[in-house]
């Protein structure tokens, strides 16, 4: 196996423990989870170099567990720094690129929301809007967990976790109104600032 190079968790910014309805406790803990993926996913990447690839009944057992298990813990990271990144902001109706694909590919601000939200209320774990490079648009996808339901060749713009962790401590089984405390704290500048990057064409 190749040799893995172990990451570290990002820093939180500052502005995450003073969100409009999403307290600093519940950002800890959720911090604490996604800190928890970067430490399984080093300590996956160091198991796969003992796999022994040439023992046939370990690489079907042992191999494939550690893959899957691996998908887990990177998912949860990817999807974590998405969603704490896009946070501390001001919310509100969108500027700049987004709300131009908003516009273009929904027809209006509420009417992408209102889809994200109802996405959202019906995911087990997340609901992305993600920028579709073959189709060259903005779609809201669905995820039930940190594996499930990858869409290649799609880039994820807004992340929005539905899992209990992220809204339970403050809302119980309240979830729109988590959602609703989402979108009311999104950092529009750092998702344009992200389609800029990415070279997205509204």
Known sequence: MTTFVEIRPRELKRSLYELDGISRTTIEAHY??????????NE?????????????NQVYSDLRALKVDLTFAVGGIKNH?????????????PTGAIAGLIERDFGSFDAWKADLTATGMAGR???????DWDEGRLVNYVGDAQNTFPIWNATPLVALDVYEHAYFL??????????????RNLDWGIVNSWIAGYGIRV
């Open 32 to 41: 604490r989870l996604y800190q928890g993926y970067v430490a399984k996913r």
């Open 44 to 56: 996956i990447l160091a198991r796969l170099d003992d796999v022994d690839l040439d023992d046939a």
């Open 81 to 93: 720094e998405i969603y704490f990144e896009h946070l501390g902001g001001d919310g509100g109706a």
């Open 125 to 131: 774990g997340w609901a992305w809007a993600a920028y």
């Open 170 to 183: 403050d809302y119980q089984t309240d979830r729109a109104s988590y959602i609703e405390a989402f979108f």
